[in-house]
């Protein structure tokens, strides 16, 4: 029987690779826990997994399986850090959450690496570091001054010439980039699978097929009903990033749920498989328009950016992408595309990921904005020291209130206008 992935996105190439999934079931009767936690990506699998390890009763609830959302169909870039450089996150959030989000984001990579060891998830993980490459001139100031910001805080981001980045990626098209040591790639499907699998072996009870329908206080703690039963308990967590619904009023319009795509070839014969991405290492471009890219275990590349802001299977959508990757490497005019598909993140309009506690044991972690797969994980451990009562002052990222985002309707026209103009601003060289 085909997965609840396999029918929303029929050409997702992890569907194929990853690892199986732990068989899980629809929660069907009454369940009492401390904790609940909603959506089943990284965020809620991390969450309930430091839960579990905390020996904390915990279930955690998934409207589809485990991995079905972004986590599953992800780009598997493992990236340390934010959209925004360390001085102007410590700016933006002062001196105390300030150096605490910095250190949580650029550590992301290393709470998730010690992660999978501990736990032995088999996900094709690979630590060979991140390339933030770029195209033009005016692009290379912001790098080297990434570079010097984290060198202040003891971390070694490297500057590399074009050559040098010509040499490890394969094409010319580069002017710099900076190589980050502490990143990599994952089979982003198998990772959820092996979360999910870590926290049932700890005793978390997952349940597939349960979408939380409502969310009401139950004395001092929670009632969440889905359609086969009931799950009362002390504390929630909600973890619906870019797929997040109206289960708590106000956070489905608070974020964009913006759409990526991504293409996959099929494994790339010998001599073109060795010249391009020789390092191993993962490529995001700096720039207004992400384009990122890697080869995965099997010797494929897969190529990601913008696409159609809706779910979209037909090949036809993905031609732009295919047109890239050919700019970048002619010899790719020979191969074969197998695999594309799409999915959502959630997208704040800062860039700054959001941590809300809007009533009392209720607890929400989102808006990656493209960059959940380290730092979703990071967040999910977050969440369960939040549920499991620590103080939220001692925590990474300041409690704010769920935002409204006045023209949320309109997302969809706001995303293709914003594309556009990253578009001209990117082609002018702004
Ligand atoms: C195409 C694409 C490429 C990307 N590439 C990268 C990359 O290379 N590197 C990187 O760092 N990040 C990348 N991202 C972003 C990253 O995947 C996300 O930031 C991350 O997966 C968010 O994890 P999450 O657990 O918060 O949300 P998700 O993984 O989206 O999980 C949310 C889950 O909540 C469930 N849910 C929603 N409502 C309910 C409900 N009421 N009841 C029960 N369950 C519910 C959904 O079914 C879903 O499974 C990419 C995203 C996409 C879409």
């Known amino acids: 029987m085909p997965t609840a992935l396999e029918l929303d996105a029929p050409r997702c190439l992890y569907t194929l690779t990853a690892t199986p999934a732990v068989p899980t079931a629809p929660l069907g009767g009454a369940l009492r826990v401390e904790v609940v936690v909603v959506g089943g990506g990284y965020t809620g699998l991390s969450a309930a997994l430091h839960l579990a390890e905390r020996g904390r009763r915990v279930a955690l609830l998934e409207a589809r399986?485990?991995?079905?959302?972004?986590?599953?169909?992800?780009?598997?870039?493992?990236?340390?850090?934010?959209?925004?450089?360390?001085?102007?996150?410590?700016?933006?959030?002062?001196?105390l959450h300030g150096p605490q989000l910095v250190r949580l984001a650029g550590g992301a990579p290393d709470l998730l690496f010690e992660l999978i060891a501990r736990h032995g998830i088999d996900c094709e993980a690979r630590r060979t570091g991140t390339l933030r490459a770029a195209y033009r001139e005016q692009h290379c100031s912001t790098l080297r001054a990434s570079v010097a910001q984290w060198a202040r805080r003891g971390v070694a981001v490297e500057f590399w010439d074009a050559p040098r980045v010509a040499a490890v990626t394969g094409t010319d098209r580069y002017v710099g980039a900076t190589f980050d040591a502490r990143g990599g790639a994952v089979n982003p499907l198998s990772l959820a699978r092996g979360l999910a699998a870590a926290a049932s072996r700890l005793g978390a009870t997952i349940h597939s097929a349960t979408p939380a329908l409502r969310l009401e206080r139950d004395g001092t703690g929670w009632r969440v009903t889905t359609p086969g039963g009931v799950v009362r308990a002390d504390r929630v967590v909600l973890a619906t990033d870019g797929y997040s619904d109206n289960l708590w009023p106000g956070l489905r319009t608070s974020i964009v749920p913006i759409y990526s795509s991504i293409i996959a070839t099929t494994p790339l014969p010998s001599p073109l498989c060795d010249a391009l991405l020789a390092g191993g290492c993962v490529v995001y471009e700096a720039g207004n328009i992400t384009v990122y890219y890697r080869r995965d275990a099997d010797g494929r590349l897969l190529m990601g950016g913008r696409g159609r802001q809706h779910s979209d299977a037909a090949r036809a959508h993905y031609g732009h992408l295919v047109r890239y990757a050919e700019r970048l490497w002619p010899a790719l005019a020979a191969v074969e595309w197998t695999h594309w598909w799409n999915g959502q993140f959630a997208l704040t309009p800062d860039f700054y990921p959001r941590f809300h506690a809007p009533a009392p044991g209720l607890f929400i972690g989102l808006g990656y904005s493209g960059r959940g797969v380290a730092f979703g994980t990071a967040m999910g451990a977050q969440l369960a020291a939040a549920a499991a009562g620590e103080p939220l002052e001692s925590l990474a990222l300041p409690v704010t209130p769920v935002p409204r985002l006045r023209f949320h309707r309109f997302w969809r026209i706001g995303v293709a206008a914003g594309v556009s103009y990253g578009r001209i601003r990117d082609r002018l060289g702004r």
């Open 65 to 95: 399986e485990p991995g079905w959302g972004a986590a599953g169909r992800n780009g598997g870039q493992v990236n340390a850090g934010l959209k925004h450089e360390p001085d102007d996150v410590e700016r933006a959030l002062g001196p």
